[in-house]
């Protein structure tokens, strides 16, 4: 079964808008990641954050990590149609496996 | 650089029939995963090799899967006898080893249905 919690599952904005999305874990972890899936296709890896790390940005995204509630948010920034994907967060313990949660199913309208 | 290549793209068989997917990871990668992604859920974890020896299969139902990465490069995922709660999306990923590269490059991955 899968440990990590996404919220909300699925998720309709307008072209312009920004998008946040929300991972929950429940163990220690070395870090979390984020991956986009386009229908139909592998994931491609989006962004790592570090323990250590609380916040963290590539171009319009921006990740923040709180390991004190085991949680982590993703916020895609002046969203774009082709933003239109499923997120996933992955979080890695100590020599563990990656566990991907539920997803974040993100529909952009033009 | 070329990415993870995986094959079939689609595969339609009827229960109880026999399947195999295969996998060529990046050029370099060590570490290769298999992954099951049902239908509007998560990807989860059957396999993980590093090189040709198994790291993880705590997952896989060894009772019909098996898999082997013969060489430490391309890797073959099969299921014998198939049921229909094995349709899904394999994904083969690999990444470089080490504890710093997390970073998993998946391939387009192949569709199953079980009839």
């Known amino acids: 079964s899968q440990q990590g919690e996404e919220d909300p599952q699925a998720l309709s904005i307008q072209e312009g808008e920004n998008a946040t999305m929300n991972c929950s874990y429940k163990?220690?972890?070395?870090?979390l990641q984020w991956y986009r899936q386009n229908s139909g296709r592998g994931l491609v890896h989006l962004i790592l954050i570090r323990s250590n790390e609380r916040e963290k940005h590539s171009g319009r995204l921006r990740v923040t990590l709180d390991t004190s509630k085991k949680s982590s948010s993703l916020l895609i920034t002046a969203s774009r149609a082709a933003d239109t994907a499923s997120y996933f967060c992955?979080?890695?313990?100590?020599?563990?496996?990656?566990?991907f949660g539920g997803g974040t199913r993100v529909l952009v309208k033009p | 650089e070329a990415g993870v290549a995986q094959s079939p793209r689609y595969k339609i068989i009827e229960k109880r029939q026999s399947v195999a997917f295969w996998c060529n990871p990046i050029?370099?990668?060590?570490?290769l995963y298999w992954y099951q992604q049902i239908l509007g859920q998560g990807p989860k974890l059957l396999i993980q090799?590093?090189?040709?020896?198994?790291?993880?299969d705590s997952q896989l139902p060894k009772d019909r899967f098996s898999a082997e990465r013969l060489k430490g490069v391309d890797s073959t995922l099969k299921i014998q006898p198939a049921k229909l709660e094995d349709s899904a999306v394999y994904l083969c990923?690999?990444?470089?080893?080490?504890?710093?590269?997390?970073?998993?490059?998946f391939g387009s991955g192949t569709q199953l249905s079980v009839l």
């Open positions: 090799f590093q090189n040709n020896g198994v790291v993880d």
């Open positions: 992955a979080y890695k313990a100590a020599g563990n496996k990656l566990t």
């Open positions: 990923a690999s990444s470089l080893p080490g504890q710093f590269n997390e970073k998993l490059f």
């Open positions: 163990t220690s972890i070395n870090n």
């Open positions: 050029s370099g990668h060590a570490t």
